[in-house]
């Protein structure tokens, strides 16, 4: 009996010395982070990170701790850059990252962070499943769903582009509505304009496409010179477009109409906006 008291006694003292142990990584771990978090103010990424990493050696289970390093890595990386140096910090940001979203999930700006290194790094597949999961969680979120359009617009796709947006289209309150039209219509004239391999049936279809979708954002919002500015613009493509002269010169007519139309909307905005001066003495 005297050996069995012994024995836990002694498995007593270890769990007590285990557990003052833990107690003092966990202090020393939420010392490191704070180091951290002081470096990172002052962009002092990489030495924040060893703080970080030392942090997380201390208390490996601290899931927050990714969210940390994931954006020291970040700090370390410069957008848009295709240096291998900048591509695998990104992957690193990216990593942590998840492993602290999955953790939780709740925090939407950590989760708006990997997206934007999965789009700043090209990493589109990846962009397009994570916003896909969103909206399994929400089918009616429309940020999620003009995020998407973005992404097949970049890719080159304009019909996939106009199908998210006119999923957003009906996800959307009204009065929001003529915004998503004018969106179509603005992608319809920059694909028109600046993709000079498309032929001349998808050109034509796609600036068709367009107009359609601005005259929807105009019966909505009657003075949206934005949008009517972009219905001049999408004329001015047909009359490129037209090889009959006499066709031409009507889009061309039609087209300086919206034009003229759009700036005296546009005056009438602004002069509203102007503030009548107080009358002096």
Known sequence: MSRLRRRAAVAALLLAAAGIS???NKLKSKQEIKKGHEFAKSQQYQTALASYQEAFRLDPNEKKLHKAIGYAYMGMYQPGSKHPKDLEMAVKAIENLKIYVDAYPQDRKAREVILSLYLSTERFDEAVSFYQQMLQENP??????????????KRGDFNGGVAWLEKRI?????????EVYHLIGAQAWDRSYNYLDLGPVERAQIVEQGLQALNKAVELRPDYFEAISYINLLYREKAKMETDPVKQQEYMATADQYRNQAIELRKKSMASRTPTPEPAG
């Open 140 to 153: 009616n979120d429309a940020k999620a769903m003009s995020s998407l359009a973005s992404i097949y617009f």
């Open 170 to 178: 009906a996800a959307e309150p009204p009065e929001v509505r003529p």
């Open 22 to 24: 833990a107690g003092c």
